[in-house]
């Protein structure tokens, strides 16, 4: 079984200052980890993603996320907020072995103040 | 590459009618998930097909059903509409072997 914990429904961060968007996960299997953004009325765009090898991963729009297993956490960060990333995000779950059931977090809405 | 297509992009239906939805993979990709988003939270997993069976589903009961075409294009099939079916429904295509999902824009459904 795997589950998604995003801690903070609603984030607001100054234009310029750094975002930190948090997600823990459960796994019984070695996980594979996504970040998706979503826009108002739109679908899921992915953000970045970790599977295997480097920890430390970067996504597109300056965003970059650190598998810890230790701490089974996959952070999202960005060392300067644009009002362009006012979005909801997304943390997600999976697996390598062919079925790739996907399972989300309930998303942590992001504002940006001018 | 036109990426994952679905249709209607809106759909408005009454309680105890039928919906079908439509979804187009990504070109290359054989996998079709279908999720459903509900208004402030996040996509719950409904079912994945490959190879035209269901070979993944999630706890979503029987009036939800799909199928998936040679040419790997996929429906999802909503019966007995309920108010609580009104959601955002997400297609994504991905290859086997390959974990990363491909979403499509989804469609809206109410149920009035």
């Known amino acids: 079984a795997q589950s998604v914990t995003q801690l903070g429904s609603h984030v607001s961060v100054s234009e310029g200052a750094l975002v930190l968007l948090r997600c823990n996960y459960s796994s019984s299997v070695p996980p594979y980890l996504f970040w998706y953004v979503q826009y108002p009325n739109q679908g899921l765009q992915l953000l970045l993603k970790?599977?295997?090898?480097?920890?430390l991963v970067k996504g597109i729009n300056g965003f970059e996320a650190e598998f810890k297993k230790s701490e089974t956490s996959f952070h999202l960060t960005k060392p300067s907020a644009h009002m362009s990333d006012a979005a909801e995000y997304f943390c997600a779950v999976g697996f390598s072995g062919g079925y790739q059931k996907v399972t989300f977090g309930t998303g942590t809405k992001l504002q940006v103040i001018p | 590459d036109a990426g994952v297509t679905q249709s209607p992009t809106h759909l408005i239906k009454t309680r105890g009618q039928q919906v079908t939805l439509r979804c187009s993979p990504k070109?290359?990709?054989?996998?079709v998930s279908w999720y459903q988003q509900a208004l402030g939270q996040g996509p719950q997993f409904i079912f994945q097909y490959y190879e035209e069976e269901e070979r993944q589903r999630g706890n979503f009961p029987d009036r939800f059903s799909g199928h998936q075409f040679p040419n790997y294009s996929s429906e999802l099939n909503v019966n007995a509409l309920l108010l609580g079916d009104s959601a955002l429904y997400l297609c994504a295509s991905s290859s086997t072997g390959y974990n990363e999902q491909f979403f499509g824009p989804g469609t809206r459904l109410t149920v009035l």
């Open positions: 070109s290359g990709h054989d996998t």
């Open positions: 970790y599977t295997t090898g480097a920890t």
